[in-house]
T-cell receptor, first 114, second 111 residues
Framework: KNQVEQSPQSLIILEGKNCTLQ??????????LRWYKQDTGRGPVSLTI?????NTKSNGRYTATLDADTKQSSLHITASQLSDSASYIC?????????????FGRGTQLTVWP | EADIYQTPRYLVIGTGKKITLECSQT?????MYWYQQDPGMELHLIHY???????EKGDLSSESTVSRIRTEHFPLTLESARPSHTSQYLC??????????FGQGTRLTVV
């Protein structure tokens, strides 16, 4: 069964600190993995998208890693800001169908305190 | 910024009413999706479309229906709203298997 598991479920950090969010998946055949940021009551916004051959991709203070062998990804946030408080969702797409189905994790709820 | 729009953003409606949630995108994407998301929970796919006149049900059973008469428009209809339909509904579109762009969502409350 294709699944995406994220950890931790929630995380509280102080402003300025770094943190790392984890994503493990069993989706096969793998197409790509995306990290989205979802503010409360809003739609998800893409942070990064990684294909099979990519190990690391950065977007400002966000750095995503992908290990396609172990089917693990992480999202590292450096020098956190209050505006980073949001849910971070890992989404994996398969290539076994014309749809390119998206499989969503439950998200990690990040809270940044001043 | 993604050009995908949902209306209304918020809707409070009585039980038994018929409602249509609107979703439009101006990017020319063939694929469009409707997701349902309860607070703190993951997104569940309820409908998707490959293109005009193509609609399919998703993973989560839903009493809603969709139509795709035009590429840019993918409305979702509930013939008779119930309190169990209270949720956030997110529309998304994508080109092939690349990045999906999401609308801001419609938060529906059925009283």
């Amino acid at each position: 069964k294709n699944q995406v598991e994220q950890s931790p479920q929630s995380l509280i950090i102080l402003e300025g600190k770094n943190c790392t969010l984890q994503c493990n998946y069993t989706v096969s055949p793998f197409s790509n993995l995306r990290w989205y940021k979802q503010d409360t009551g809003r739609g998800p916004v893409s942070l990064t998208i990684m294909t099979f051959s990519e190990n690391t991709k950065s977007n400002g203070r966000y750095t995503a890693t992908l290990d396609a062998d172990t089917k693990q990804s992480s999202l590292h946030i450096t020098a956190s800001q209050l505006s980073d408080s949001a849910s971070y969702i890992c989404v994996v797409s398969d290539r076994g169908s014309t749809l390119g189905r998206l499989y969503f994790g439950r998200g990690t709820q990040l809270t940044v305190w001043p | 910024e993604a050009d995908i729009y949902q209306t209304p953003r918020y809707l409070v409606i009585g039980t038994g009413k018929k409602i249509t949630l609107e979703c439009s995108q101006t990017m020319g994407h063939d694929k469009m999706y409707w997701y349902q998301q309860d607070p703190g929970m993951e997104l569940h796919l309820i409908h998707y479309s490959y293109g005009v006149n193509s609609t399919e049900k998703g993973d989560l059973s839903s009493e809603s229906t969709v139509s795709r008469i035009r590429t840019e428009h993918f409305p979702l209809t509930l013939e008779s709203a119930r309190p169990s339909h209270t949720s956030q509904y997110l529309c998304a579109s994508s080109l092939l298997s690349t990045e999906a762009f999401f609308g801001q969502g419609t938060r529906l409350t059925v009283v």
